[in-house]
């Protein structure tokens, strides 16, 4: 049966001695594994355009139950190659498409997560200065999706509103109040303070088109960095294998 779907391709490694396999996120099928044959051959147009950053519309032979599905064409919708420009957006870049590399199983669809990817790659190949609000805005997204998002609003203990400050805890794995965070402290439990709290409130309900033109000082920036890898790292394993995440701190901490 041929498919088609678009794609963003996460990862391409070689594969025999004229072959490339690539992991893409497709908007209609989520993950695949594909295996483009013979494209490192001399001169065959595909091997340009199969590369991390790009968006691409694949047709391709596919059969259930095979780990690899074989492109038949592919086109380029769109390159976000820009972001190669600055070392920051590589970083963040290569990390978006890593974390989706390595917590999504085959063949979970999911196309919010596509627009996620998508829009916020788009933001970092354009824009010049907003890139540390941008990532953020992409982690929040992401773990809203998977459907691991704290409450953001309410002690996870006492359902208390939060207004001055809240607690990440590393026991609840929930942020909490601070008059049920006295008796339950941990060295490594992170506070938020209160511009914090509302940052993250309005990552919640405003499109990326417009977090960029909001005001955000470097303290509430790392403090929501820390937040959310912290956090991610506590629910999905597979984020302490995640390259990258080291530069990406400093980032938000030069
Ligand atoms: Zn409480």
Redesign the pocket.
């Known amino acids: 049966m041929i498919l088609s779907s678009k794609g963003i391709i996460l990862k391409v490694f070689p594969y025999s001695d004229t072959s490339l396999i690539c992991n893409v996120f497709t908007d209609d099928y989520g993950k695949l594994t594909f295996i483009a044959k013979g494209v490192r051959k001399a001169k065959n147009p595909l091997l340009s355009i199969l590369q991390p950053f790009n968006l691409l519309e694949f047709q391709y032979y596919y059969k259930k139950n095979r780990s690899m599905q074989l492109i038949k064409e592919a086109d380029i919708v769109i390159s976000f190659d820009k972001l190669r420009n600055q070392l920051s957006t590589i970083v963040m870049g290569s990390a978006i498409l890593n974390i989706i590399n390595k917590i999504f199983e085959n063949e979970y669809p999911n196309t919010t997560v596509f627009r996620l990817i998508y829009k916020t790659l788009n933001k970092l190949s354009s824009s010049n200065s907003d890139n540390k609000i941008f990532f953020l805005f992409y982690m929040f997204h992401l773990c809203q999706q998977l459907g691991f998002l704290p409450n953001i609003r309410h002690?996870?203990?006492?359902?208390?509103e939060f207004t001055d400050k809240a607690i990440f805890s590393e026991q609840f794995k929930s942020l909490?109040?601070i008059?049920?965070h006295k008796g339950n402290t941990f060295s490594s439990d992170i506070h938020l303070d209160n511009k914090s709290l509302q940052f993250l409130e309005l990552i919640n309900k405003t499109n990326i088109d417009q977090i960029s033109k909001i005001e955000i000082s470097s303290i509430v920036l790392q403090e929501i960095y820390n937040f959310l890898i912290f956090f991610m790292k506590h629910n999905i394993h597979s984020m302490h294998y995640i390259k990258g995440l080291k530069e990406i701190e400093k980032i938000y901490y030069e």
């Open positions: 002690c996870h203990l006492c359902n208390s909490i109040c008059n049920c």
